[in-house]
């Protein structure tokens, strides 16, 4: 309606003025100093406001992954089971082909004892010592920083 003025040298536009985007913000200018700018495009997503880009940039995903964990009071079990059967430490490392300290350790809680010693242990007794654990795995996206687009978007002013 009114008569407009390039936001740069101030001076009056005739016609339509020519749109650029100047350190982030979008300008309308003359066609003299269209130059200073880079020329701004009309796409969708500035139609229907900054936002839209902004939400478009990737997000970390999440999935859920099971892991087999030791149960907590494994040693109070294993400790259990062989008492049940009479037997001695020794005689429990003997079983297992493992050594007597090493029992007494996973006994007392000391050590976790690895998977293979776990798995003898289940079998000898015939119980479970580990339970299945959901686990959320966040994937983050590779860069946190934003891009160069998202600077321009976040930095541009509304008219
Ligand atoms: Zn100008």
């Known amino acids: 309606m009114s008569e407009m003025n390039c936001e740069i040298c101030g001076r009056e536009i005739k016609g339509k003025g020519f749109k650029i985007v100047v350190e982030g913000s979008e300008v309308t200018v003359c066609g003299s100093c269209r130059q200073f700018g880079t020329e701004k495009k009309p796409s969708v997503a500035s139609q229907q406001g900054a936002r839209r ?4 940039k990737k997000r970390g995903s999440t999935k859920i992954e099971f892991t087999e964990e030791l149960v907590e009071n494994f040693h109070i079990i294993i400790r259990r089971e062989r008492e049940k059967r009479g037997w001695s430490q020794e005689q429990l ?3 297992i082909q493992e050594k007597e300290s090493l029992i007494k350790k996973i006994e007392n ?5 690895e998977p293979e010693v776990v798995e003898k242990l289940e079998k000898l007794f015939n119980i479970k010592l580990r339970e299945q654990v959901p686990e959320i795995k966040i994937e983050k996206s590779k860069s ?3 891009t160069l ?3 321009v978007v976040v930095k ?4």
Request: hydrophobic share 40%; proline share 9%; no cysteine.
């Open 144 to 146: 946190l920083v934003p």
């Open 156 to 159: 541009r002013k509304k008219k």
């Open 149 to 151: 687009g998202d600077v």
């Open 53 to 56: 880009v902004v939400l478009k």
């Open 109 to 113: 809680a000391e050590i976790t004892p």
């Open 93 to 95: 490392a003997k079983k």
